[in-house]
Structure formats: C-alpha cells, structure tokens
C-alpha cells in the first residue's frame, strides 16, 4: 500500500508501509530527498532522531565550529549559495543554508523528526524492512541508512570518569547553559573540533588546559569575508560562482595525488606547516611537543590561525603526559600530577568504523551489519551496498571519506547511484536486490591494493580510519571526480535482482 505521506508525515499512526524509508536527516538524507521528489516519488519517508534537519551540523554547536571546506565548495551543485559571508562558513550560517534548502526544495514535510530508529530487520519473506522506531513501527520496500559517519561521540574510557563532580560534556553535545567564564577546563583531544574550541574560549575561562595525545599537522585557514562586490559578483554575474567553485574543486582534487599515491609530494605541506608552527610558537620546548611524529596527511590536516598561538596565553597549558585517571574534581596524569578541573570538554571523535548503529540493523539469517563487519571488515560495494542486506543502501558508506575534498560531492554521487538503483528496481518491478559477494569482495580487494600506497597506510599514525582489522575503511583512496564517474549509473550486472 503507497499512501500520501506528505500530509501524513506528522502523524506517524497513520503511517503503516512506505516505499522508501530514510535514515536521517542530515546532508545527505536531505540530498536524497530532494532527488525523491524531483523525480515525483511521493512514497517516501525521512527518520530523523532530531528536531530538524542538518545532522551533525545541527549537532556540533560548539564555540568557534565551523567547516574547513571552503564554502562555496561545500555547498550542494543544484543549490549554491550566492549569498556566503565567508569563505570559509560557520556552523550557524551552514546550519541555515541547509534548513533554508529543505523549505526551498519543499522537502521539511517528507521528514519523521523526533523519530529514532532503534532497530531495522529484513524480512525475507515479505522481501522488506521492518523498522522499529520511537514512533512506532514502519515498514518499506527499500532502506537507506543515511545516518553519517560522524554523528555517535566517542566517550573516552578513562578510569574514575564517572565519579567527575563537575561539569563534562561531548564537543558534538555541547550545553550552552554551562558559563565557563573564569572557570578551570580541560580539553581533551586536539582533532579538528578541538583546535576550533580551544582559541573559542580560550580568553573567556580562567585556565586551559589542552591534553595532546598525538600532535596534529596545521595550516593556514584561508578565511576572510566576502566584500560586498563579490558578493554582488556571485549573485548577479553568469557563471562567476560555478567558476570560484570549480577553480576550489580542483585546487583540492590536486591532493588526492599526494595523499593515496605519492606521499612524498606532501612534503611542501610539511614545510609550510612546520614553518608555520615555528612563526607561531616561539618557545622551541613548546614547540617541539607540538610537532607532530608522523607525515602530514596520516590523519587529518587541520586549519587553523589561531590555535597554535593560544598556547603562547599565560592561561593556556598544553598536557602531553597520558591521562592515568579522573577524579571528583581533578585530572591526574601518567606523571602524578593532578590538576584541578571544573569543567572537562572531550573533544574525542567519533564512533565511525565501530558506528552502533550497526548493530541495530539485521539482514539476511539474523546478522547484524556489525557481525558481518566483525568478521570480514567494512566491505560495502561502492560505499553503498552490502551482500547479506537486500534492499539496502548507504550514504556515506565505508571509504566514501575524503581526506582532501568536500564530502557534499561524494554525497551527490552516491545520491545519483541511488536514484538509479531505484529507478531500474521499480522499473523492472523487482522484489529484491541485492550485490553479488563476488563484486564486492572485488572491489574490497581494488581498495586494499590501492590503499596500500595511501599516506593514511604508510604515514606512521593511527587514526580513526582504520577499524579493528587495521584496514583503512573509510577513505576513498582516489579522486573524488573518480567516484563521481562510477557512481554515475547503477551497474545492474553487479546485483542480484529478483522478481
Ligand atoms: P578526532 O579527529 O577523532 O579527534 C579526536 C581527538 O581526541 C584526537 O586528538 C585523539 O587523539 C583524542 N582522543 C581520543 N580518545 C582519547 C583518549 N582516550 N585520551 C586522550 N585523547 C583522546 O575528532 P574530532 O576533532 O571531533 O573530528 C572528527 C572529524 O570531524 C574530523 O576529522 C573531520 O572530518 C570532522 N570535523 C570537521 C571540522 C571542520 O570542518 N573544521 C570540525 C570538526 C570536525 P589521537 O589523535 O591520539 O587519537
């Protein structure tokens, strides 16, 4: 049974059976959605936990967040925003860019807010999902698990965290209602949030202190407003925008080069980054704990112009002796030393190649994504399909990551391959589909090989995107143009198809 969800999509009783169910509401359940109701697809429904759209952009409200993607690049292809006041965007100004795309495009009705989805089983007789959520349960002829690699914090398992008296809280869980003005913090982490945070309120607390576990590579942030003419210029001149946008995309695309095939030509990078860390920390002790042991690239390479500086306050201390415990109200290091805390900020990551939400979803014989993960890696043909999972399709699946470019490009290739999947399954009247094990075992394989050479397997660090197997599950080892090309069209020969 189809029903009209767009009057219905409030009211969850009424809803029995979709077409298509999305997970979540973020940059890519958006994208998806979109393309759903261009093509007239009507049966469709987003779930989303949160109370709006925007995923993690709606989640990391944290002082100083913003994107290190320029912002005329991050922004989707069929809906650029003329009206950027920065090249390089905050939080809020994203946040509103993307809700403003969900009104524009007429798709904030085709959304389940307040929805969470806690458990999702194919049903192989009736060839659907059955999903169980906050609101009730839901059935659909097709799944897509768009619910981010970033969205699940990771919470460190310290010994004594749990007896802390004082105020902590996840960089992604920010509480707004805590002041820290002039209190004592601690920053745990010094990742892409961390180095965003830590200038943030470095001026508004009483001390700061910033736990380094491995020293990230930084660059210079190229951010500056926009002057009125060029705002006027993207707005009002043909093709200027698409332009500035193209001439970003590809100055970013040239990295893929040094990062998955030939580390050495980010040795430029290294030189810049280390001629940046001695302009901007003049104490050679400090600055010699802030350099970091592995090749630029390894994990992330961060921007930032004012975090290095930060440790030049007096009320600013960097911490690289391992944490040994937390107390009520203090943090002891590996050295003995406490040091007294009112408010700790984990700044930690996420659980991306070990996301629970795995474990909610079961296949074929009872297995979860995460058994099946557990015993032959994150394997998932073109970061979007898995043998085992008919009927289902990732966003911003296994190595879909990019380390040198906007992820809104890889979200709209995987969209395009999406759309046609669906469009052959419909067309064909099929019941089931599902990728042939051979071509993702295939593919796993093409991965493996060109990872191998890749910065991220070769540069000396650990990082997050590698999974417990030590295989790098997470980035696309190529050019992101790369995958646009092979996501253009759903390659059927791939897939078991049923009628
Ligand atoms: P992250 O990059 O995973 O950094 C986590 C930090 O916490 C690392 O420094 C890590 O140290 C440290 N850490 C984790 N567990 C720890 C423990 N038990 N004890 C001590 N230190 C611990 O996380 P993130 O900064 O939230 O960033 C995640 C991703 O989000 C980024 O890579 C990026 O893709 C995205 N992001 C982007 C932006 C942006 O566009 N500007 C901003 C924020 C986030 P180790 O390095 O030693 O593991």
Redesign the pocket.
């Known amino acids: 049974m189809e029903i009209d969800l767009v009057s219905d999509a409030q009211s969850p009783q009424a809803i029995r059976h979709v077409g298509v169910a999305v997970i979540g509401g973020g940059l890519a359940g958006l994208a998806a959605a979109i393309r759903f109701r261009e093509r007239g697809w009507q049966d469709f429904l987003v779930l989303e936990r949160g109370d709006r759209v925007g995923g993690t952009w709606r989640d990391?409200t944290y002082p100083g967040?913003?994107?290190?993607?320029p912002s005329h690049l991050y922004s989707y292809s069929f809906a650029l925003n003329p009206g950027w006041t920065r090249s390089f965007s905050r939080q809020p100004e994203i946040q509103r860019y993307i809700e403003d795309v969900a009104d524009r495009y007429r798709v904030r009705d085709k959304h389940l807010f307040d929805c969470e989805v806690l458990g999702a089983t194919w049903l192989a007789d009736e060839a659907r999902w059955e999903l169980k959520t906050s609101k009730g349960l839901i059935t659909s002829d097709v799944m897509v698990g768009a619910f981010g690699a970033?969205c699940e914090p990771?919470l460190?398992?310290?010994k004594g965290i749990n007896s802390f008296a004082g105020h902590i809280c996840h960089?992604?869980r920010w509480d707004h209602d805590v002041d820290l003005a002039g209190k004592r913090v601690a920053v745990?982490?010094?990742?892409?949030?961390?180095v965003?945070i830590v200038p943030a309120i470095a001026d508004i607390v009483g001390r700061l202190d910033v736990?380094?576990?491995?020293a990230?590579w930084i660059l210079p942030r190229l951010d500056r407003r926009y002057t009125a003419p060029e705002r006027f210029a993207f707005r009002h001149v043909p093709g200027y925008q698409r332009l500035a946008r193209a001439v970003v995309y590809w100055a970013h695309e040239a990295q893929a080069v040094g990062l998955t095939r030939l580390p050495l030509l980010m040795k430029p990078m290294e030189l810049l980054a280390r001629a940046k860390l001695r302009r901007e920390v003049p104490d050679p002790a400090l600055r010699r704990r802030l350099r970091p042991d592995y090749t630029i690239g390894c994990?992330?390479i961060l921007?930032s112009n004012d975090y290095l500086p930060t440790f030049s306050r007096s009320n600013v201390r960097l911490v690289t002796d391992g944490?040994a415990e937390v107390r009520e109200n203090a943090i002891v290091t590996s050295d003995n030393e406490v040091h007294e805390v009112d408010v700790i900020v984990l700044?930690?990551?996420?659980h991306v190649t070990d996301s629970p939400t795995y474990r909610k979803i079961v296949g074929e014989n009872g297995r979860s994504l995460g058994d099946v993960f557990d015993d032959v890696g994150r394997q998932c043909y073109r970061g979007t399909a898995i043998a085992g999972f008919p009927n289902m399709f990732l966003l911003v699946g296994p190595n879909t990551g990019l380390g040198h470019n906007s992820m809104i490009y890889m979200i709209e290739a995987q969209v395009n391959y999406l759309m046609d999947a669906i469009a052959t399954f419909r067309r064909g009247g099929y019941r089931t589909v599902e990728v042939r094990r051979e071509a993702q075992e295939r593919y796993a394989r093409t991965l493996r090989r060109r990872l191998s050479r890749s910065v991220w397997n070769t540069g000396g660090c650990?990082?997050?995107y590698v999974d417990k197997h030590g295989a790098n599950t997470t980035i696309w080892p190529g050019l992101s143009y790369e995958f646009g090309r092979m996501t253009r069209s759903f390659d059927a020969d791939a897939f078991h198809l049923s009628t």
């Open positions: 990391n967040a913003a994107c290190d993607v970033l990771s460190p398992d310290i960089s992604a745990i982490g010094t990742g892409a949030s961390a965003q736990y380094q576990r491995t990230p994990k992330r921007l944490i700044a930690t990551g996420f650990t990082s997050w």
